[in-house]
């Protein structure tokens, strides 16, 4: 697929791919009445499906730079359909955590999508590629919680994943229809590229960085959306269909990625990141302080939408510095690079909604906020001291013009 729809059609499909493993997050208190089981038992359904995308990121994604990518995209679109049949029919908190570990293992198509963005265009033009496609990324993430939580008000939560399988499937057909076939640039066994995995994340200290960055700022980003439905449910009374409303809020933070992008190219990676931990600071200090304003209901929304705005906008901005990072340390394993990068990244995803369903059980939303804050400081710390303040850039060892896709 080639011309100004390519890079728009990739976002979509990340879209799709993305939104399988968030759909859970704001029906977790409707599943648990459905289980008989109490939220705190029901967080593990969101943490498996978190690790199970980490899986799959480590043991499918390699796959990119060494099978053919459509191919390989095709299967994956449809065993995530049936992991998502799977979480419909779930009679038991066991079963939803397994089908949600499986949904989330197959979800990592997306990121058999994701790297063929820089593919597509000049060198000089790569965060703007990567930040066209993080945008339906990050619209899939935010717009999943709102399709799940308005049609289990209609319909109930089952439907939700009945739906969701429909549309994973249908990408089939799609993929094979326009995107063209994709061989790999490198001639590698399987075995051979999970052996280099090792090799890149020991001989690349700026992906050790982004990846410790891009874990601490996720892990962060997590504890808003794990608790953000016991939040308002606990305030208001109010059901998953609200918590989900939010995900349309916050989405308006995705429109941030082209410019986030044009800014690596122009300012530097390093710029992008360091604004983009100022601005998540800024949200949690936000949200932090405007709790205080729970006893009138519409200014705390306000004060919520304004501070889910800020927290997305600052992860979208790290999420396109950090990619953009890492993606220019070589084209023939960007694959590779974005497995070590997005399974560090998930890890911190997975250890983030863990932690703030304690820390909300322990101190409430102010303990969640004063967890997230923490996790941004020690990120700071890291990026304060790290590699990139010493040798900025990433170190090219990409040509000045990509090749197209085979």
């Known amino acids: 697929m080639a011309g100004r729809w390519a890079l728009p059609f990739l976002g979509v499909a990340c879209a799709v791919g993305v939104a399988s493993i968030y759909f859970n997050q704001p029906l977790l208190l409707v599943m648990g009445k459905t289980f008989g089981r109490d939220a705190r038992a029901m967080e593990w359904v969101a943490v498996a499906t978190q690790l199970g995308y980490a899986?799959?990121?480590?043991?499918?994604?390699?796959?990119?730079?060494v099978a053919e990518r459509r191919s390989l995209m095709m299967r994956m679109y449809a065993a995530v359909s049936v992991a998502l049949v799977l979480a419909a029919l779930a009679q038991g908190l066991a079963w939803m955590i397994v089908a949600s570990a499986l949904v989330g293992l197959m979800a990592a198509v997306t990121h058999v999508v994701l790297p063929i963005a820089p593919d597509l265009v000049n060198h000089d033009q790569r965060g703007k590629a990567i930040g066209t496609v993080m945008t339906g990324l990050l619209l899939g993430i935010l717009l999943a919680r709102t399709f799940a939580g308005w049609l289990a008000n209609v319909a109930g939560w089952r439907s939700v994943f009945l739906v969701a399988a429909v549309l994973n499937l249908s990408f089939v057909p799609v993929m094979w229809k326009?995107?063209?076939?994709?061989?790999?640039?490198?001639?590698?066994t399987y075995g051979q590229a999970m052996r280099s995995l090792w090799t890149l994340f020991r001989t690349e200290p700026l992906l050790r960085e982004a990846g410790v960055l891009g874990a601490?700022?996720?892990a962060s980003f997590s504890c808003f959306w794990t608790t953000l439905a016991y939040l308002l449910n606990s305030h208001y009374g109010l059901g998953p269909g609200v918590?989900?409303?939010?995900?349309?809020?916050?989405?308006?933070?995705?429109?941030?990625a082209p410019f986030a992008?044009?800014?690596?190219?122009?300012?530097?990676?390093?710029?992008?990141?360091?604004?983009?931990?100022a601005v998540?600071?800024?949200?949690?200090?936000?949200?932090?302080?405007?709790?205080?304003?729970?006893?009138?209901?519409?200014?705390?929304?306000?004060?919520?939408?304004?501070?889910?705005?800020?927290?997305?906008?600052?992860?979208?901005?790290?999420?396109?510095?950090?990619?953009?990072?890492?993606?220019?340390?070589?084209?023939?394993?960007?694959?590779?690079?974005?497995?070590?990068?997005?399974?560090?990244?998930?890890?911190?995803?997975?250890?983030?909604?863990?932690?703030?369903?304690?820390?909300?059980w322990r101190w409430g939303w102010n303990g969640v906020c004063g967890l997230a804050l923490?996790?941004?400081?020690?990120?700071?710390?890291?990026?304060?001291?790290?590699?990139?303040?010493?040798?900025?850039?990433?170190?090219?060892?990409?040509?000045?013009?990509?090749?197209?896709p085979v």
């Not at 076939?181 to 490198?186: D, K, V």
């Not at 918590?243 to 941030?256: M, P, Q, R």
């Not at 941004?376 to 303040?389: L, N």
């Open 55 to 65: 899986a799959g990121i480590l043991f499918f994604v390699p796959l990119g730079d």
């Open 178 to 188: 326009v995107m063209p076939r994709m061989l790999p640039r490198e001639s590698l």
């Open 216 to 218: 601490l700022t996720f």
């Open 243 to 256: 918590a989900g409303t939010f995900g349309i809020v916050g989405a308006a933070g995705a429109l941030v």
């Open 261 to 277: 992008g044009w800014l690596a190219d122009k300012r530097g990676t390093r710029f992008v990141v360091t604004a983009a931990g």
């Open 280 to 360: 998540m600071t800024g949200s949690y200090i936000w949200l932090l302080v405007t709790e205080g304003l729970r006893a009138s209901t519409a200014w705390h929304m306000v004060a919520l939408v304004v501070g889910v705005v800020a927290l997305d906008v600052g992860q979208q901005m790290m999420q396109v510095g950090n990619q953009t990072r890492i993606f220019g340390l070589g084209a023939g394993a960007r694959s590779r690079l974005n497995t070590i990068y997005m399974t560090i990244f998930f890890a911190g995803g997975a250890m983030g909604s863990a932690l703030a369903g304690w820390a909300w």
């Open 374 to 404: 923490v996790l941004i400081a020690a990120a700071g710390i890291r990026h304060f001291t790290g590699y990139s303040r010493t040798h900025g850039e990433a170190r090219v060892h990409v040509p000045a013009k990509e090749c197209d």
